[in-house]
């Protein structure tokens, strides 16, 4: 199946990267130009015990690809996984615009029944807001909570000992 992942921070690149080591064509999209080329040259920005071999063995075999260009990773997705950033506002609760901007750009790039399926940590009502950015598209939002553990994320995305997915039904 063909996935797009959307951020390449610790959540999006492990994601997409054990994705693609179970035989999943991945195409994994961040908006920081500089980070998709060191990922393309074999340069993991952080350190995760086999992530570095992990995107490497990805790459060879044509399975892992990176781009900041939305559209390339939209064609052909089946999935596209949202793992942006959502850091606290001042005031505590969760700055969503990285989240709403990636789906409006994704909203407009979408030519077949697409799943979008939210990794990133929100809170309760994001699928809601997340869902109407998509009406009239034969879009559907899930959520997916990660529970990577730094230091054995891979293990965890390989063989995690939970799945939860939430959707409307």
Sequence with gaps: MRLAVFGAGYVGLVTAACFAEVG?????????????????????????PGLSELVASGVKSGRLEFTSDVAVAVVGARVAVLAVGTPPNDDGSTDLRQIHAAAQEIR????????????????????????????????????????????????????????IIGART
Excluded: M, W, Y
């Design 24 to 48: 999943h064509h991945v195409v994994c999209c961040d908006k920081d130009a500089t980070k998709v080329d060191s990922l393309c040259a074999g340069k993991v920005p952080f350190f995760e």
């Design 108 to 163: 407009g790039k979408v030519q077949r029944p697409l799943t979008v399926l939210v990794k990133s940590t929100v809170p309760v009502g994001t699928n809601a807001s997340l869902t109407a950015v998509f009406a009239g598209q034969p879009v559907n939002v899930i959520s997916n909570p990660e529970f990577l553990r730094e230091g054995s994320a891979i293990a965890d995305g390989l063989k995690p000992d939970r799945i």
